[in-house]
T-cell receptor, first 113, second 109 residues
Framework: DAGITQSPRHKVTETGTPVTLRCHQT?????MYWYRQDPGHGLRLIHY???????DKGEVSDGYSVSRSKTEDFLLTLESATSSQTSVYFC????????????FGQGTRLTVV | KNEVEQSPQNLTAQEGEFITINCSYS?????LHWLQQHPGGGIVSLFM???GKKKHGRLIATINIQEKHSSLHITASHPRDSAVYIC???????????FGTGTSLTVIP
């Protein structure tokens, strides 16, 4: 199995608080992605990174920011959590973008109350 | 309109049946991926293909580039195959994956 770990696995937070999710990989893959998965929508891209300090927005990036200061870590921050951000968040990695196999973390279930 | 369409959305089969899940896409692609997600579980890559056919155990994936269509077949289905199967594509030289909404498969003993 690819070495990719998400933390925390579960979190309950209050509206208006900042939240940071962490994705850690041991595969030295260049590309890292953050997705959210909601019923009826499938996986939707929030942000992705194509190298250290190199990131780009996805289709649902509003209210989220990311940082990648090391190859192995990709952080997703909800600046001020809202109930609409209640979701399951998945991190994925790939060696050479969508032309190579993707490996997914186990997911983080975030509930904003 | 979603660039990746899957059918059917839901599928129930008896154990032992041959199952086919379809994926159609509307853009030029660099690769097509089939993923599996068990209830409450993580997402696992089953296949990545850009042409032809691949086989792994009871699972077979095919792709027709000209028709922009891929199929995932499961032979001799088993209750442990019950999961959501997701089709995803990488577009041309792009960096992103584009996902279908998934096919929920239930195999009844």
């Amino acid at each position: 199995d690819a070495g990719i770990t998400q933390s925390p696995r579960h979190k309950v937070t209050e509206t208006g608080t900042p939240v940071t999710l962490r994705c850690h990989q041991t595969e030295n893959h260049r590309y890292m992605y953050w997705y959210r998965q909601d019923p009826g929508h499938g996986l939707r891209l929030i942000h992705y990174s194509y190298g250290v300090k190199d990131t780009d927005k996805g289709e649902v990036s509003d209210g989220y920011s990311v940082s990648r200061s090391k190859t192995e870590d990709f952080l997703l921050t909800l600046e001020s959590a809202t109930s609409s951000q209640t979701s399951v968040y998945f991190c994925a990695i790939s060696e050479r973008s969508a032309r190579t196999e993707a490996f997914f973390g186990q997911g983080t279930r975030l509930t904003v109350v | 309109k979603n660039e990746v369409e899957q059918s059917p959305q839901n599928l129930t089969a008896q154990e032992g049946e041959f199952i086919t899940i379809n994926c159609s896409y509307s853009v030029g692609i660099s690769a097509l991926h089939w993923l599996q997600q068990h209830p409450g579980g993580g997402i696992v890559s089953l296949f990545m293909l850009s042409s032809g056919k691949k086989k792994h155990g009871r699972l077979i994936a095919t792709i027709n580039i000209q028709e922009k269509h891929s199929s995932l077949h499961i032979t001799a289905s088993h209750p442990r195959d019950s999961a959501v199967y997701i089709c995803a594509v990488g577009r041309g030289t792009g960096n992103q994956f584009y996902f279908g909404t998934g096919t929920s498969l239930t195999v009844i003993p």
